[in-house]
């Protein structure tokens, strides 16, 4: 009867054990990684106290709350496979020139770690989430459509978009400072034009390309130009360069063939040109070698001539 007894008590005590570990285990909850969590009691309120990633026990009538102090994406898209609300969900914006346009958003943010208080103060017992869907869309709609009224459509869709993003990032991380949030930046995506902005813009687009198309012809023709007259000046000095190459040629072949002949002709005497009074006879170097030459071979002729000469009568007397 006593071993009966005994028994029943063990598997009693292990019921109890077997319960509390059940109820113990029920109340663990995960900090995720990137993210920090503060507990809230229903009768106490918040405790002070912020806790990094880990697992936690948390009491009867408390509620684990946790933030995410790595960089966290709140895409509001057109696209109703992405982000966290599964439908269409992307920001109308409109701009200086009356176009009513959607476009995807893109909001990068964070909480740190001594932000955690103030932001559950400032939403209460709202998640991440919640806070992401409703506030923070609303924040990011209000502060969007602000910096786009700044712009055209055709600037917004295109060469000022990353320049209105840094304008939407200044002024939605000022606006949402007070609440513990750190916007990060903020990224114009996707626009969805309706078919008449979509006109517009396309002919916009079509007088651009016909502007720079004609500016590109000027420059072209300018630069055809600028090569004519450059090959005109060229072929102008080459002609002038060629004519006084030539003529001063003419001039040396002339000169040296009335040298040659002159000096065939000289009989080895000086000419008999006697110089004025203030005037000096000019040879030049050519026709002074000729007449060394010629002079040398007249020598020569004498010479043979005086030979065959006889005693006492000069080449001259036996030529008389």
Known sequence: MLEMRTGSWIVVVAAIAIICTMVYQSHLQWIDAGNAGVIYNARTGLQDKVYDPQ?????????????????????????????????????????????????????????????????????????????????LRSFTRDVANLVSTSYDIFGLMGPERAEASAKMTTVLRDKMEPYGITVEYVLLGTAYPSDSTMSKINERVNALTDLQIAGIKGDIAEVQRQTSAITA???????????VGTKARSLELLRLDADIKAAGKWDG?????????????MFSDDLMKAMLEAHKERRAVLAAQAEKQPQGQTPAEGGQ
């Not at 000419?271 to 000096?280: E, I, R, T």
């Open 55 to 135: 697992r936690l026990y948390i009491p009867w009538r408390c509620s684990l709350y946790q933030y995410p102090t790595q960089v966290k994406s709140a895409v509001y898209t057109q696209d109703p496979t992405m982000g966290e609300v599964k439908a269409a969900d992307g920001i109308a914006l409109v701009t200086n020139d009356n176009a009513n346009t959607i476009f995807d958003i893109f909001v990068f943010y964070r909480v740190d770690k001594g932000n955690v208080v103030k932001v559950f103060n400032k939403f209460g017992a709202k998640s991440i989430e919640e806070i992401q869907t409703t506030q």
């Open 233 to 243: 000046h060229a072929e102008t000095e080459a002609e002038g360069i060629k004519a």
């Open 269 to 281: 005497a000086l000419p008999m040109a006697p110089a004025k009074s203030g005037q000096s006879l």
